[in-house]
Each structure stands twice: as C-alpha cells, then as structure tokens.
C-alpha cells in the first residue's frame, strides 16, 4: 500500500511546490523591499503617464490595468480596473469595485470619472489590454457601462476568494468578450464565479472555466492557455505568448499582445 501511496505523494508535493515556492518567494520580497509607506491618505495616486490624453485624443480607448495590492496585500495579488473614454470625451470613465465602500454599507460597484492610469496606493499600474478605435469602440463602452449595472454582487466584497475587484473585472470581460483580456495570476478573486456558478466562460471569452467557489478550478483558453486554480491561486503555461504564470509572482515570459482596433 505504501508503495502505491508513492505516485500521488509525489504529485502533490509538485502541486504544492509549484504554487507555494513561488509564493514565498513573493511574500518574501515584498515584505523585505515594500517602501510606499503604510497610511493610504498619503500613498501615492496621480498619473502613471501610460493613457493618451483625453483632452487631445480624439478616438475611443479601453485601458486595463493591474497594480499591486496595498501594503501586505500586495505580496499575494492586484487590483484590477477598466478605464475608458468615448470619442470626443475630454475624460475617461473607470470601471472598479472598492471594499470598503460595503464595509460603510455602500455599493461595491464604482462607475465614475477618474485617472485612468493612477498609482494604486503607491504601486506603478501594468496595462494589461488596449483597445482603441471608432464606433465600435464606443459600443464596447456602452455594453461595459450595461454589463457593470448588471452585476450581481454589487453590495458584497470579500478580499479572498472573492467576489472582489478582480470578480468584477473578470465578469466584464466575460460580458465583453471582445476585449479578450487575460488576467495576471495573481489577480485573486479572478476564479470565483458570480452567483456561484460552476462552469463558464474564460475571462478573455476565448474557452471555458471551471471553478468551485473560487478555491479550486482551471481554466483551459487559448488566451489564457492551461490555469489551475487552487485556493484562489493560480498557476499554469500560456502557450502563446510563452510564459509561465505563478502565484505571487505572476507572469514570466513574454508579454501579453495589447491589441490596438481601429476603424
């Protein structure tokens, strides 16, 4: 028995290898270098000077963001959000969810006029898609500010497993399919389905997901590629553009493609 035992012992540890290694690795790094200071009132959230100018962009653009957790959070994972504008708009539109606003007794949900690139609380945004254009652009836009008014859990917040940020992000690229956005790893509370579904579509609409309660799934997309979720987090192999996703650390390999539409 012991010597059937040995197989599936071996794969676990693998398992747990892979996604907690890298994990303390993260956590350890973070902890050690984290410089931004702890009080959110003075931490860092003007313009990291990655979206255009809506003052001198004529064209309709849909940014989304990644930025670092604040404070200890951040060793595990990000917050993600959508900002967009219109053609013509002289300001953008983000697309979020903000925890504290239920603990207050408010909506989760935040559709409002902000800066699209802004530090999160001191930590630098990476873009993650761009989509920029003309009138079907703008019909994005519209089905984003539909799909954010549908959203199912806009008076609940939880920081693990979700539904959180990256729920919200994740359930508008589901709706929006177009957008084909692809998710960091370390976007926990990407993984937890809204209504506590079982199956559905991958967050870039390009294949299917399989999760339970956010704590253990995969995803299987020629975006996202091969994803196992376990515990909130993730890890797996992108095929194209090559990389390799890993818990806390996120994505090592070669960049997301940010594809530019245009009329």
């Not at 676990?12 to 996604?19: D, E, P, R, W, Y």
């Not at 800066?115 to 019909?139: F, K, M, Q, T």
């Not at 359930?171 to 079982?198: M, Q, S």
Request: proline share 7%; with cysteine.
């Amino acid at each position: 028995m012991i010597r059937g035992l040995k197989w599936p012992l071996r794969m676990l540890a693998i398992l747990l290898a892979v996604f907690f290694l890298p994990l303390g690795c993260a956590v350890t790094s973070h902890l050690g270098g984290d410089d931004r200071g702890s009080d959110w009132r003075t931490a860092r959230r003007d313009s990291a000077g990655i979206a255009p100018a809506a003052e001198t962009t004529s064209e309709a653009v849909i940014h989304v963001y990644a930025g670092r957790a604040f404070r200890w959070r951040g060793a595990f994972g990000v917050h993600t959000w959508i900002a967009a504008k219109s053609q013509g708009a002289d300001h953008y539109t983000r697309f979020e969810v903000i925890g504290f606003s239920v603990a207050r007794g408010g909506e989760a949900v935040r559709v409002a006029r902000g800066i699209p690139d802004g530090y999160w609380y001191g930590s630098e945004p990476v873009l993650l898609r761009e989509v920029r254009g003309g009138a079907e652009v703008d019909a994005l836009i519209e089905r984003l500010h539909e799909a954010a008014g549908r959203y199912p859990h806009n008076h609940e917040y939880r920081i693990w497993p979700g539904p959180n940020s990256n729920t919200f992000i994740a359930y508008l690229g589901r709706e929006v399919p177009e957008l084909r956005l692809n998710l960091p790893p370390t976007a926990i509370g990407k993984d937890y389905l809204p209504e506590g579904a079982i199956f559905a579509s991958a967050p870039s609409g390009t294949g299917l997901q399989l999760s339970f309660g956010g704590l253990l799934g995969l995803i299987m997309a020629p975006e996202e590629g091969l994803e196992l979720n376990l515990l909130g987090l993730s890890a797996g192999i992108d095929l194209w553009p090559l990389a390799i996703n890993l818990p806390g650390v996120g994505r090592l390999g070669m960049p997301t493609h940010t594809p530019v539409v245009t009329n």
